[in-house]
């Protein structure tokens, strides 16, 4: 069947007709049963005028260290840690993990990361479960470690993957809310949008007419459905006066959003990215795993693999990136 | 010094002659400053001095620094300063040190060698420790003139020069205002000091040393002042047109036209069998009817107006106090004497033009050179216990330029043939850029003050006897009193602060008592 014509001229037309004005339904492309019913109108922030007595953050890191196609190896990771008065008390790159993901390794992988979990025995493992495994993990420790007026930022939305156990979550969430801690997820770039058009940007400029272009301000969106989903309201928040970028918030349930937002704002700060929460920076650099790692966990493995007798070739003939060989070729 | 157990950073680049290290952002690292890296594995402490220092931050975001100063400036703008913290500015900022490696202690601490090697990966740098710079004692020579310096602290290690290096030449190079008055007078002390081992002629075009020299401890003994103008507690320079040469004229005449040197010649032809040296000058100066001495005399072969120039010159030579036609009176004799005994010698030519300067300079630096080569041919053993003696030169560009270089010269000749003989120069100038580059090149040790101008400062790192390449900019930084000493003994440029002369002065222990002469004992001789 011959293919239809898709210049670019056609492209250019229909998103023009997208991002030229705000109007049409809101929705989230990522989470289609997110409930909007926020008013959606950009409102004045104000700070809290002292920050949370902690601030955690958590963020998790993944590298593909080798990758056969039928096998891939990954290291995955969470990076945590804890200001206190702007002064970082806890840095923790968190433990390296290592799977090996691919044809015949489910079984195996599925009892490493269940943890007592009680994943199914059909629960397929990839990256995307091994990655929000760890940083659950991450946030679970946190949890327990975090004092009551604390603030836990996680570095995305609230929403985890469809794979773990929404009571075990929604659970953790409740007990934070209880203690008293704030748990607040951050998403830098978010599939929010409005008649097809990124809402964020959106609001952004709605609030530049409205408060001003140097206005902190935050717009309620809408909240999870608790019927499928870890209970979280959703905001959108510009943190500080000098922010580049506007970002989703989720809020656990059971906060004032415009409290919890006023916290976040007093750590969004940073005179090198005003506007986001700084610890999430550092949460991110240490989970962060780096070309070097990835090589280091390659020789690590590749020494092991030699111990027990596997040629050279062997390995080569399994992991080499013929991708990138055959783009030196040409 | 700070205490070698604060790290001040650690060492992650390049290669065995250079060396880069991170340090905090609040490290006040100064250039010129010296820094030891430890090697923990091999035992040695490796030496590095600071040639420049620069920003350093752990993010990769291109523009993340200038990112930061924009929105610190905005707050201040808006006059909300603090507004923007940077948080963790210690551990995200940092400063990064390039240094130049000089060489490692030996593990034993006792031998300082050139660097062939690497030290380890992300040694620890530290302030040096006092061990560290000993070694630098043995190089320093017997006359020092200031103190180490690293960064702008001093540290108490001497500095100085061998006085026997005085022979192998030495060049004071600074711009007006450095200090090279403050370190001549320095360097006249400890000529002095060194209590007749070494004796310097110091030609003073501007009469500025006299009054402060002499209040030197030791100027009694070792100090001996010739003045132009009358002045107290000097001798009255005089000395005789006959003594002088007429290379010596040529010298002291070298930026005249060519027409000039050429009425010179004729003139020359004209008295020299009749008078010695240049003392035709004195019936030339005399002549009433230049016109008809041109026509006559010298066959038309000079343009009246040359000759009417040369003519006001010599009346104004013969009619100097300094100069006399009466070879009696003159005082060359004791001046030889006087640097024969180790005396440093200082020529007052205040009232001097720079003209008859040069030509009481080279007249007396000739007879210099020539007596202690006569000294030389006639007895090695003698001229071994003579001291070595300097001629300290200011502007000396004036003679020791290419266009100067010739046969009549005597400072090329000095520079050229005077180490063996034990007579030096040393050359005070603001303009090395002036100096014949070959004539530089016998220069063993250099005093660098501080030097504006480029060309300066690249014409003295194709000279030095030590690498200068990485310190351009710290030669344009020095402050007043600051130097940088680079020479054949010293195993780099050590970085120096010179001795204010109030201080040196202050300090300067007088000179042992002479010993009282026993009375003869009589009885014993009787017995």
């Known amino acids: 069947m011959p293919l239809g014509a898709a210049p670019l001229d056609d492209v250019a037309d229909r998103l023009a007709a997208i991002l030229a004005g705000p109007s049409g339904v809101v929705a989230d492309g990522d989470d289609g049963d997110l409930i909007i019913d926020g008013d959606l109108t950009p409102r004045l922030l104000t700070p809290a005028a002292t920050p949370a007595s902690e601030v955690w953050a958590i963020d998790g890191g993944q590298a593909l260290v080798r990758d056969a196609r039928c096998l891939q190896v990954y290291v995955v990771r969470a990076g945590r840690c804890c200001f206190v008065d702007r002064v970082a008390t806890v840095e923790d790159e968190g433990e390296l993990r290592a799977h090996l993901v691919g044809t015949g390794q489910r079984g195996i992988e599925l009892a490493r990361v269940d943890g007592g979990l009680h994943l199914p025995a059909n629960t397929a493992v990839d990256i995307n479960l091994l990655r929000e495994r760890v940083e659950w993990d991450g946030i679970e420790r946190t949890l327990g470690e975090a004092s009551p007026g604390a603030l836990v930022l996680v570095d995305g939305d609230l929403r985890p993957d469809p794979r773990l156990p929404l009571a075990w979550v929604t659970e953790l969430l409740a007990d934070a809310t209880d203690r008293g801690i704030t748990v607040v997820g951050v998403t830098k770039h978010t599939s929010l949008s409005r008649g097809g058009a990124p809402l964020i940007g959106q609001l952004e400029r709605e609030a530049d007419v409205s408060l001003g272009a140097r206005s902190r301000w935050w717009a309620p969106i809408g909240h999870s459905d608790a019927r499928s989903q870890v209970p979280f309201t959703v905001v959108a928040a510009r943190l500080d006066p000098d922010a580049a970028y506007s970002f989703r918030l989720d809020i656990a349930i059971g906060v004032d959003p415009e409290v919890a937002i006023a916290q976040v704002a007093c750590v969004s700060d940073d005179a090198a990215f005003p506007g986001y929460p700084y610890p999430l920076t550092v949460a991110d650099r240490l989970a962060a795993c780096p070309p070097w790692l990835r090589e280091e966990a390659w020789m690590t493995l590749e020494e092991q693999l030699r111990m027990a007798g596997i040629p050279g070739d062997v390995l080569h003939r399994a992991f080499d990136d013929r991708h990138r060989s055959m783009e030196r070729a040409s | ?527």
């Open chain 2, 1 to 527: 010094m700070t205490s070698s157990t604060h790290t001040r950073g650690r060492l992650y680049g390049k290669n065995v002659l250079e060396g880069t290290f991170r340090a905090a952002p609040d490290d006040d690292l100064f250039l010129g400053e010296l820094l030891v890296a430890i090697d923990e594995a091999t035992g040695r402490r490796y030496l590095f001095r600071v040639v420049d220092v620069t920003y350093g931050h752990e993010h990769r975001e291109p523009g993340w620094a200038e990112r930061v100063a924009g929105t610190l400036l905005g707050d201040d703008v808006r006059d909300t300063p603090g507004a923007h913290p940077l948080y963790e500015q210690e551990r995200r900022t940092y400063r990064v040190a390039d240094c130049r490696c000089l060489g490692y202690l030996t593990p034993d601490g006792q031998v300082f060698r050139k660097p062939k090697s690497l030290p380890t990966q992300f040694s620890r740098v530290v302030s040096p420790e006092a061990a560290d710079l000993a070694f630098l004692e043995r190089s320093m020579g017997d006359m020092h003139v200031g103190v180490l310096r690293t960064g702008e602290t001093t540290v108490n290690v001497p500095v100085g020069i061998s006085g026997d290096a005085l022979a192998k030449h030495i060049g004071v190079f600074a711009t007006t205002g450095m200090g090279k008055s403050n370190l001549m007078m320095v360097l006249a002390a400890a000529a002095m000091q060194a209590n007749g081992r070494y004796g310097l002629l110091i030609i003073d075009p501007h009469g500025e040393y006299r009054t402060e020299l002499a209040r030197h401890p030791w100027a009694e003994r070792r100090l001996r002042t010739y003045s132009s103008v009358k002045a107290p507690g000097t001798s009255a320079l005089r000395v005789s047109l006959g003594e002088m040469t007429s290379d010596d004229l040529r010298t002291a005449t070298g930026d005249t036209s060519r027409a000039q040197t050429e009425a010179l010649f004729e003139l020359e032809r004209f008295y020299a069998s009749q008078y010695p040296g240049i003392s035709w000058l004195l019936p030339f100066s005399q002549l009433d009817d230049l016109v008809g001495f041109r026509d006559v005399d010298l066959g038309r072969s000079v343009a009246l107006s040359t000759l009417q120039v040369l003519h006001r010159r010599a009346r104004r030579i013969c009619n100097l106090d300094a100069i006399s036609a009466d070879g009696d009176v003159s005082v060359a004799s004791a001046i030889e004497r006087d640097l024969r005994e180790g005396k440093v010698v200082l020529i007052d030519a205040s009232g001097l033009d720079s003209t008859e300067e040069l030509l009481v300079a080279s007249f007396l630096t000739r007879r210099v050179l020539e007596a202690w080569q006569q000294a030389f041919l006639d007895d090695r053993d003698a001229h071994a216990g003579m001291p070595t003696v300097a001629v300290v030169l200011e502007e000396a560009q004036r003679v020791l330029s290419k266009a100067a270089d010739a046969d009549v010269n005597v400072f090329p000749r000095v520079a050229r043939e005077g180490r063996k003989f034990k007579v030096g120069l040393v050359a005070v100038t603001q303009q090395p850029k002036l100096v014949d580059p070959e004539l530089l090149s016998q220069f063993n040790t250099f005093f660098i003050l501080g030097l504006a101008d480029e060309r300066d400062r690249n014409i003295l790192k194709g000279s030095a006897k030590q690498d200068l390449s990485s310190l351009n900019t710290e030669i344009q930084t020095l402050m007043p009193g600051e130097c940088l000493l680079a020479g054949v003994d010293t195993p780099f440029a050590v970085p120096a602060t010179i001795h204010l002369w109030r201080d040196a002065l202050r300090a300067a222990v007088p000179p042992p008592e002479p010993r009282p002469v026993a009375a003869a004992n009589v009885a014993a001789m009787l017995d």
